[in-house]
């Protein structure tokens, strides 16, 4: 069945350091992997996003990299600044049923 | 403008009172979607319409209806409320079926 893992939970690091979040998924069928912040008070927002096809993309401070044949994906923010601190959803589309899957979620703590 | 919105942002009800949330879109967006975020911040889904037609509708308590009188619109109205109901409750729109645009969200306690 879809299911996608998100670890770890909680994340803090400190201002200017790197964080990296990783998602693993069931369904090797999954052809698109959306990331999502939730800042306190507010809904998910999408941040950045990777087709199956590619392998790694950027945008500006933040990138994401996919490995199809381990299913898992990653996060990554570099120079983490106070205004990271959120929590980051990871969530993968499944095949069968077009459907978005959300993971638990990763609460990241950027340290000043 | 904002893109997705929805009211109230806060709701406070007793046990046993029926209350609804009201959501509408601005995107233009066909699919709407209903989510529930408890307290760890899970996000689960709960119903999803397709230019007012039902597509998804998970294994919620039918004391929860969703409405969709346009593809504009999709309003949540809950029976019977119990203090289990007591969580964030996030509206959403796509055009693709791939890029969710989300609400603010409804805090909703129920004492």
């Known amino acids: 069945g879809e299911n996608v893992e998100q670890h770890p939970s909680t994340l803090s690091v400190q201002e200017g350091d790197s964080a990296v979040i990783k998602c693993t998924y069931s369904?090797?069928?999954?052809?698109?992997f959306p990331w999502y912040k939730q800042e306190l008070g507010k809904g998910p927002q999408l941040i950045i996003d990777?087709?199956?096809?590619?392998g790694e993309k950027k945008d500006q401070r933040i990138a994401v990299t996919l490995n199809k044949t381990a299913k898992h994906f990653s996060l990554h923010i570099t120079e983490t600044q106070p205004e990271d601190s959120a929590v980051y959803f990871c969530?993968?589309?499944?095949?069968?049923?077009?459907?978005?899957?959300f993971g638990k979620g990763n609460q990241v703590v950027v340290i000043p | 403008d904002t893109a997705v919105s929805q009211t109230p942002k806060y709701l406070v009800t007793q046990m046993g009172n029926d209350k609804s949330i009201k959501c509408e879109q601005n995107?233009?967006?066909?699919?709407m979607y209903w989510y529930k975020q408890d307290s760890k911040k899970f996000l689960k889904i709960m119903f999803s319409?397709?230019?007012?037609?039902?597509?998804i509708n998970e294994t919620v308590p039918n004391r929860f209806s969703p409405k969709s009188p346009d593809k504009a619109h999709l309003n949540l109205h809950i029976n019977s409320l119990e203090l289990g109901d007591s969580a964030v409750y996030f509206c959403?729109?796509?055009?693709?079926?791939?890029?969710?645009?989300f609400g603010s969200g409804t805090r909703l306690t129920v004492v």
């Open positions: 959403a729109s796509s055009g693709d079926r791939r890029h969710y645009t």
């Open positions: 369904d090797s069928a999954s052809n698109y």
């Open positions: 990777i087709r199956s096809n590619v």
């Open positions: 969530a993968a589309i499944f095949y069968g049923n077009n459907r978005l899957a």
């Open positions: 995107l233009g967006h066909d699919t």
């Open positions: 319409y397709n230019n007012k037609e039902l597509i």
